[in-house]
């Protein structure tokens, strides 16, 4: 995978490494690394908590880690423009109680022309499984190339 900065206007290939980068980076579960992406004065939507810049972005990130543990994600290109990327995505974690849980949503993303998401607006519905229910077995860190995503899970 390309890495290095992807800045607007972007192509469905720019697009897709943009998305994949910044699922590569939250599977790090690094706060401060993935708060690296957005500008300083980034605003986020999530759910219903509202984040504005990236120290609120990494004290949101360290919390979200600290409750959703042993967190895979995968992000899958929805569609995009000139500087805006939309994207569906899952993440599977459990609970401190050993509950996993299958998080669905969708995120539209917003880039200044530096390539930095300066907004954020996530909607995110969550689903109780069972261990035995989990789809994203790989170790710790970056989803293997090989791991089916989003549309060959059927997700």
């Not at 979200?64 to 895979?72: A, H, I, V």
């Not at 500087?83 to 995120?107: K, L, M, P, T």
């Not at 989990?134 to 989003?150: A, I, K, T, V």
Request: with cysteine.
């Amino acid at each position: 995978m390309t890495q290095g900065v992807i800045a607007p206007p972007f192509t469905r290939e720019s697009a897709i490494r943009k998305v994949r980068m910044a699922e590569d980076a939250w599977n790090t579960r690094d706060p401060e690394r993935v708060s690296l992406a957005y500008t300083v004065d980034s605003r986020w939507r999530n759910r219903s908590v509202f984040v504005n810049g990236r120290e609120e972005i990494v004290r949101f990130l360290r919390d979200k880690w600290e409750r959703e543990l042993d967190y895979r994600l995968i992000k899958e290109l929805w569609t995009f423009g000139s500087n805006r990327i939309a994207v569906r995505f899952a993440y599977e974690c459990h609970d401190a109680a050993g509950q996993w849980w299958r998080s669905y949503g969708n995120e539209n993303w917003e880039f200044d022309e530096h390539g930095l998401m300066r907004q954020r607006h996530a909607s995110i519905n969550d689903l109780a499984i069972g261990e035995t229910d989990r789809l994203f077995h790989w170790p710790s860190g970056r989803r293997p190339d090989e791991h089916p995503g989003l549309s060959e899970l059927g997700l």
